[in-house]
């Protein structure tokens, strides 16, 4: 790595800085050390131990930690997982109750400012891999729940491997700059003009849930922050990976505004709906999180959801012009559908319903960028297992039987089949995509 990139990186930051400053943000919180000032939500009732450690242990699962806090076959909570990023790859805690390598010593106050302030015990600021950007949106009375649910897991002796951060960002004054700049802590305010269900719905999207943390592009300094403070659900590619998180308020991409309410939820609790079929990262989430949402919280969700201002899709590449090559191309395309996927998905791409997604006027087959199609057809994949969907049907894998080229020939085809308009693929982007597979 070579010295301009530091010097560059700085001066960025401390440009973003003092930009910030200027513009009258909240530049001075971490400088001077001030701890949040909002009032703590008082509990209306008093609970019992018990009750608090269930309504933890509920809330933990609206916030997927045990997600990223287990590492694949590994003991619940007791981290390891490696969570890859261009800036370094980011291993998650052992948060069970074990003294010595897990968080038994911690007490409420610590575990709030880790959730609240992204600082672990002794201080040090945490990186934003751990989603506190969104979780500084919970309430202390939620905190003290989730606390109380893993203090009450069995402990688990294991230690936590370093991170690996590349350089320059192990350089620990630069995360503290980017926190004074990107990082305001503080949790939700309610927006007094909208429905108490409404705000139910916001406080689980924006703050527990984190859907922020994914379906927001972040800028090369992985903020999700625009200058102006705020963050949206856009739309953006995963960092490290090769998925795209569609925005959620575009109704060219994952937008529900003229969904029916009762479909979003459907959506959100088994997995697969009428227009469409969770995959990949979003099949986990909602396998191991938002499956397990009470009605009513699921319901608030999907009314916050359909509320979003619709936003306009990222640009969208045309459809290809019907020249006579184009149309040789989708024919070699039509017959390779016909031979390898036409017997589930249909001869006019619709589909079955509950079993297998249609393809026509779908929205994910069609998305700028292409991404996640590409990925679908060489990985192939499951929606995830839920109640209201417990065995559900597959896509193989085509990577083996099928060569970049007929990969492209068959996407082409099935966006500009039955009514869908998209931009070819070429056998480059197919290749590209084959790399970014893990
Ligand atoms: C997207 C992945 C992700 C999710 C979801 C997540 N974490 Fe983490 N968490 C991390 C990473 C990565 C770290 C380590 C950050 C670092 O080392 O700077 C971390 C660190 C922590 C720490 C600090 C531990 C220490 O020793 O300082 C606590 C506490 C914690 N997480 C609790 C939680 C809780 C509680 C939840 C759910 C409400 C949660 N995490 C959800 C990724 C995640
Ligand atoms: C770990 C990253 C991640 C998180 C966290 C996440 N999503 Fe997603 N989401 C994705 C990806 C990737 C896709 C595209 C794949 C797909 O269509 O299922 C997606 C797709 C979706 C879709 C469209 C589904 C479809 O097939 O059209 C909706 C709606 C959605 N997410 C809602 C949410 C909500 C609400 C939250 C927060 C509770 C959330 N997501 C959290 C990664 C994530
Ligand atoms: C054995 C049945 C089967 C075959 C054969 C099959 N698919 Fe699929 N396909 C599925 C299932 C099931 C899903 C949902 C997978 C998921 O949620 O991860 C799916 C998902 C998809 C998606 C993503 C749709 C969405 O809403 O996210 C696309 C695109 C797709 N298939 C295209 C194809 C193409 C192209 C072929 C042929 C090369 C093919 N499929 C062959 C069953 C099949």
Request: proline share 8%; charged share 15%.
């Given at each position: 790595?070579?010295?301009h990139?530091?010097?560059?990186?700085?001066?960025?930051?401390?440009?973003?800085?003092?930009?910030?400053?200027?513009?009258?943000?909240d530049?001075s919180?971490?400088?001077?050390g001030?701890?949040?000032?909002?009032k703590?939500?008082?509990?209306e009732?008093?609970i019992?131990a018990?009750?608090q450690?269930?309504r933890g242990?509920y809330?933990?699962?609206?916030?997927n930690c045990?997600?990223?806090h287990?590492?694949?076959?590994?003991?619940?909570?007791?981290?390891?997982?490696?969570?890859?990023?261009?800036?370094?790859t980011?291993?998650?805690?052992?948060?069970?109750?074990?003294?010595?390598?897990?968080i038994?010593?911690?007490?409420?106050e610590?575990?709030?400012k880790?959730?609240?302030?992204?600082?672990?015990?002794?201080?040090?600021?945490?990186?934003?891999a751990?989603?506190?950007?969104?979780?500084?949106?919970?309430?202390r009375e939620?905190?003290?729940?989730?606390?109380?649910?893993?203090?009450?897991l069995?402990?688990?002796?294991?230690?936590n491997?370093?991170?690996?951060?590349n350089?320059?960002?192990?350089?620990?004054?630069?995360?503290?700059?980017?926190?004074?700049?990107?990082?305001?802590?503080?949790?939700y305010?309610p927006?007094?003009?909208?429905?108490?269900?409404?705000?139910r719905?916001?406080y689980?999207?924006?703050?527990?849930g984190?859907?922020?943390?994914c379906?927001?592009?972040?800028?090369?300094?992985?903020?999700?922050?625009?200058?102006?403070g705020?963050?949206?659900l856009?739309?953006?590619q995963?960092?490290?990976?090769n998925?795209?998180?569609?925005?959620?308020?575009s109704?060219a991409?994952?937008?529900?505004?003229?969904?029916?309410?009762g479909d979003?939820?459907?959506?959100?609790?088994?997995?697969?709906s009428?227009r469409?079929?969770?995959s990949?990262?979003?099949?986990e989430v909602?396998?191991?999180?938002?499956?397990?949402?009470?009605?009513e919280?699921a319901?608030?969700?999907?009314v916050?959801l359909?509320s979003l201002?619709?936003?306009?899709?990222?640009?969208?590449?045309?459809?290809?012009?019907?020249?006579?090559?184009?149309?040789?191309?989708?024919r070699?395309?039509?017959?390779?559908y016909?031979?390898?996927?036409?017997?589930?998905h249909?001869?006019?791409?619709?589909?079955?319903?509950?079993i297998?997604?249609?393809l026509a006027?779908?929205?994910a087959?069609?998305?700028?960028?292409?991404?996640n199609?590409?990925?679908?057809?060489?990985?192939?994949?499951y929606?995830?297992?839920?109640?209201?969907n417990?065995h559900?049907?597959?896509?193989?894998?085509?990577?083996?039987?099928?060569?970049?080229g007929?990969?492209?020939?068959?996407?082409?085809y099935?966006?500009?089949?039955w009514?869908?308009?998209?931009?070819?693929?070429?056998?480059a982007q197919?290749?590209?995509s084959?790399?970014?597979?893990?």
């Open positions: 790595m070579k010295l990139v530091i010097v560059v990186t700085i001066t960025c930051l401390l440009g973003l800085a003092a930009f910030a400053t200027l513009s009258g943000s530049f919180f971490e400088l001077i001030a701890t949040a000032t909002e703590e939500a008082r509990p009732t008093i019992s018990e009750q450690r269930a242990a809330l933990a699962r609206a916030a045990v997600g990223c287990t590492a694949q076959s590994g003991r619940p909570y007791a981290g390891g997982r490696s969570l890859s990023t261009p800036f370094g980011f291993i998650t805690t052992n948060i069970t109750p074990d003294k010595a390598t897990g038994g010593d911690w007490n409420e610590d575990f709030w880790a959730m609240h302030e992204g600082k672990s015990r002794d201080g040090r600021p945490l990186y934003p751990f989603p506190y950007t969104e979780y500084t949106k919970v309430t939620d905190s003290n729940a989730i606390f109380s649910h893993l203090q009450s069995a402990p688990v002796a294991q230690h491997p370093p991170n690996r951060v350089f320059p960002y192990d350089f620990q004054p630069l995360l503290s700059l980017w926190r004074a700049v990107y990082f305001k802590p503080g949790i305010q927006d007094l003009s909208k429905s108490d269900e409404w705000n719905g916001a689980l999207v924006q703050g527990l984190h859907c922020s943390a379906h927001t592009e972040r800028n090369p300094l992985a903020s999700m922050r625009s200058a102006a705020e963050t949206t856009g739309g953006g995963i960092m490290g990976s998925w795209y998180a569609p925005s959620l308020s109704s991409e994952a937008g529900s505004a003229d969904w029916p309410v979003i939820v459907q959506l959100l609790v088994t997995g697969v009428p469409a079929t969770t990949g990262p979003m099949a909602v396998g191991q999180s938002l499956q397990h949402l009470t009605k919280d319901h608030a969700m999907a916050y359909k201002r619709e936003t306009k899709a990222r640009s969208r590449a045309s459809a290809p012009a019907p020249t006579e090559e184009v149309q040789n191309w989708l070699q395309g039509a017959r390779i016909k031979q390898h996927c036409q017997d589930c249909g001869a006019s791409g619709q589909g079955a319903p509950g297998y997604p249609p006027g779908n929205r087959v069609t998305m700028t960028p292409p991404i199609v590409i990925r679908s057809v060489l990985n192939g994949g929606p995830p297992v839920t109640a209201g417990p559900p049907y597959g896509m193989p894998p085509f990577a083996q039987a099928l060569h970049d007929e990969v492209a020939l068959v996407l082409s099935i966006r500009n089949a009514g869908n308009r998209a931009s070819l693929i070429t056998a197919v290749d590209k084959r790399e970014g597979i893990h």
